[in-house]
């Protein structure tokens, strides 16, 4: 299946979800792409919905730098929002992204939509919209690659550290 009919059966759910005007907040680097590619493909449906951007880094636990936290362009307060990742592993980055929605606001209900989940959680955190489920080991690491940075869409599972 391809990454096109993953979000477009993705985008479909949140239809069916009966979520209205949902915000739907990509997480960079390629979570904020799928986050457009789903939103085209609501606005296609005539289906009202925010798409944005959050930034996570000043809310991550493992980052000893003090960066700057930065507020939504638009408020998360009482709406129903969904959070946008390639790839959920642990949850921490999710985690991370949570509170840094809160820190804007308070949102009715925060749902997560992920392309690929690879197991292996630390944290209680599970994805509402899953594109696809691919179990891994601890020592492979997937790569989500979209063809507006990648020049090509494709989902690969590599061992860590192997070069192809």
Known sequence: MTIDK????????????????????????RGDLLAQRISKNLLNEYFKHDVGSINYLPFRDDLDESIEKSILEISPE???????????????????????????????TIALLCLVDRGHRELPITP?????????????????????????????????????
């Open 6 to 29: 993953i979000l477009f059966r993705l985008s479909k759910e949140i239809i069916e979800s009966h979520t209205p005007n949902p915000y739907l907040i990509g997480i960079p680097k």
């Open 78 to 108: 009482d709406r129903d929002v969904i959070l946008i990742d390639d790839v959920i592993y642990t949850g921490r980055t999710l985690r991370a992204s949570i509170e840094a929605v809160i820190y804007s606001g308070r949102p009715k």
């Open 128 to 164: 509402t919209f899953i594109g696809k489920n691919i179990p891994t080991n601890q020592n492979e690491y997937v790569s989500v690659f979209l063809n507006e940075i990648d020049e090509e869409d494709k989902v690969e599972v590599k061992l860590r550290g192997s070069s192809s």
